[in-house]
């Protein structure tokens, strides 16, 4: 364990359901990222949260919604998704909103959307 | 794009033998890290080396940066069947405060 747990580890979820994502921190990072990424595509950076804050959304589809409720955990709610959100779900955090002592990260949720 | 991009996609090795992989980026850089992600899993931080530093190492890795060609590379030496991975490298905008990705490598190690 990294110290950054995401549950569920696999989801599979039609395109008229509703979950959600959870990431959880214990290591006292400031900040926490959600990252998508796709077979054959570079990581794409979604949400950046520093201080509970939202500080970024890089044109994310309003069928992903974040939420921090405090700085140890952050969610990635989902509905109506479409076959393309497919893709494995990394959440991230940071001691500083720059990251500049590095990332950690979880092991990620692989969603499959039938 | 800022994004770093790596070269190759993809390379085989014996075990045994040493690793190079490269990255280039576009723009001026706070620092430059590496990351190694085992298949299907989160990735795990290897070493950040920052704008004013040539060469770090850690145990069998090697980083090299040169600002002047906005490249670094990554090398591992003695390679072992547990390198098998992808390995990113990941740059740190001077005003955007956030980590972008490249493509990554993918390194296979063979007994």
């Known amino acids: 364990e990294t110290g950054v747990t995401q549950t569920p580890r696999h989801l599979v979820m039609g395109m008229t359901n509703k979950k959600s994502l959870k990431c959880e921190q214990h290591l006292g990072h400031n900040a926490m990222y959600w990252y998508k990424q796709s077979a054959k595509k570079p990581l794409e950076l979604m949400f950046v949260?520093?201080?509970?804050?939202?500080?970024e959304n890089n044109s994310v589809p309003s069928r992903f919604s974040p939420e921090c409720p405090n700085s140890s955990h952050l969610f990635l709610h989902l509905h109506t998704l479409q076959p393309e959100d497919s893709a494995l779900y990394l959440c991230?955090?940071?001691?500083?909103?720059?990251?500049?002592?590095?990332?950690?990260f979880g092991s990620g949720t692989r969603l499959t959307v039938v | 794009s800022q994004q770093g991009e790596e070269d190759p996609q993809a390379l085989s090795i014996q075990e045994g033998e040493n690793a190079t992989m490269n990255c280039s980026y576009k723009?001026?850089?706070?620092?430059l890290q590496w990351y190694r992600q085992n298949s299907g899993r989160g990735l795990v931080h290897l070493i950040l080396?920052?704008?004013?530093?040539r060469e770090k190492h850690s145990g069998r890795l090697r980083v090299t940066l040169d600002t002047s060609k906005k490249s670094s590379s990554l090398l591992i030496t003695a390679s072992r069947a547990a390198d098998t991975a992808s390995y990113f490298c990941?740059?740190?905008?001077?005003?955007?405060?956030?980590?972008?990705f490249g493509q990554g490598t993918r390194l296979t190690i063979n007994p």
């Open positions: 991230a955090s940071s001691q500083d909103e720059g990251g500049v002592y590095g990332y950690t």
């Open positions: 990941a740059t740190d905008w001077g005003g955007a405060q956030k980590l972008v």
């Open positions: 723009t001026s850089i706070n620092n």
């Open positions: 080396i920052r704008s004013n530093e």
């Open positions: 949260y520093s201080l509970e804050e939202r500080v």
